[in-house]
C-alpha cells in the first residue's frame, strides 16, 4: 500500500490566490482528516469526513477554506482567497473502522507570500 | 487548540541513553496514542493504549498510562541517532475519531 498520498508537496503562491490540496486515503480507510501544522498553534484538526461525509469542521478558520470528499479515493482542500496566515503544513490523515490510530500523509507545505 | 501537555519540550541525549517523555491530559479518554514525526515528513503512530491497559512494549517503545493521574509517559530505550525526531501524544476528544495532540517533545539523540 502507498499510504495517504498528498500534493502537491510544496506550494507557493501569492495573496489572494486560490489554491487546492489533494488528499488520497489509504485504500478501505472510511474516515479522513485535514490538520494544519505551525509553529505557534501546533497541529489542528480542520475537519473530517465519515464514510465521504463532512463530521466535524468546526477546526476550519474562516468562510475561506473549504474541503470535499466527492468519493471514497479522494478529498480537497481549498483556500479562497489565500492570505500570508494560511501558510503552514497541511496534512491529510486516513483511519480505518478496525484501527485507532491515524496514518498521515507527507504534508504539504503551503507559503503564501 | 491543544488539550495535552507534553514535557520537556526538548530532549537532547547522547547515543545508548534512554529518553523518558510525559503527556498529561484534562479529560476521560479510553485511550491515548504515541506519534513520531521526523523533520519534515507527516505522523507516524507508535503505539496505542487503552484506557485498561497500564503498559505496552513494542520494540525499545514502553508506554505507561495512570488514568488517575490523567498521564502517560513514553520511554525510548537504548536510544539511536535514528530515533531524533518530535514525538506526540494524541488522545480521542469529543468522539472516538477526533484527536487531540500535545504540543510534542522534540528529542536529539547526539551520536
Known amino acids: 500500500d502507498a499510504g495517504v498520498i498528498q500534493s502537491p508537496r510544496h506550494e507557493v503562491t501569492e495573496m489572494g490566490q486560490e489554491v487546492t490540496l489533494r488528499c488520497k486515503p489509504i485504500?478501505?480507510?472510511?474516515?479522513l482528516f485535514w490538520y494544519r501544522q505551525t509553529m505557534m498553534r501546533g497541529l489542528e484538526l480542520l475537519i473530517y469526513?465519515?464514510?465521504?461525509?463532512?463530521?466535524?469542521d468546526s477546526g476550519m478558520p474562516e468562510d475561506r477554506f473549504s474541503a470535499k470528499m466527492p468519493n471514497a479515493s479522494f478529498s480537497t482542500l481549498k483556500i479562497q482567497p489565500s492570505e500570508p496566515r494560511d501558510s503552514a503544513v497541511y496534512f491529510c490523515?486516513?483511519?480505518?473502522?478496525?484501527?485507532?490510530?491515524?496514518?498521515f500523509g507527507p504534508g504539504t507545505r503551503l507559503t503564501v507570500l | 487548540s491543544q488539550q495535552g501537555e507534553e514535557d520537556p519540550q526538548a530532549l537532547s541525549i547522547q547515543e545508548g541513553e534512554n529518553a523518558t517523555m510525559n503527556c498529561s491530559y484534562k479529560?476521560?479518554?479510553?485511550?491515548l496514542q504515541w506519534y513520531r514525526q521526523n523533520s519534515g515528513r507527516g505522523l507516524v503512530h507508535l503505539i496505542l493504549?487503552?484506557?485498561?491497559?497500564r503498559e505496552k512494549h513494542s520494540g525499545r517503545l514502553r508506554v505507561t498510562l495512570d488514568t488517575s493521574k490523567k498521564s502517560s509517559s513514553l520511554l525510548i530505550t537504548a536510544s539511536r541517532a535514528a530515533d531524533t525526531a518530535s514525538y506526540f501524544c494524541?488522545?480521542?476528544?469529543?468522539?472516538?475519531?477526533?484527536?487531540?495532540f500535545g504540543a510534542g517533545t522534540t528529542v536529539t539523540v547526539r551520536a
Open positions: 494524541a488522545f480521542p476528544r469529543g468522539d472516538d475519531y477526533k484527536l487531540s
Open positions: 490523515a486516513s483511519r480505518g473502522i478496525e484501527t485507532g490510530f491515524q496514518f
Open positions: 493504549i487503552r484506557s485498561n491497559e
Open positions: 469526513f465519515n464514510n465521504n461525509v463532512p463530521i466535524d
Open positions: 485504500s478501505g480507510h472510511n474516515s
Open positions: 479529560t476521560s479518554i479510553n485511550n
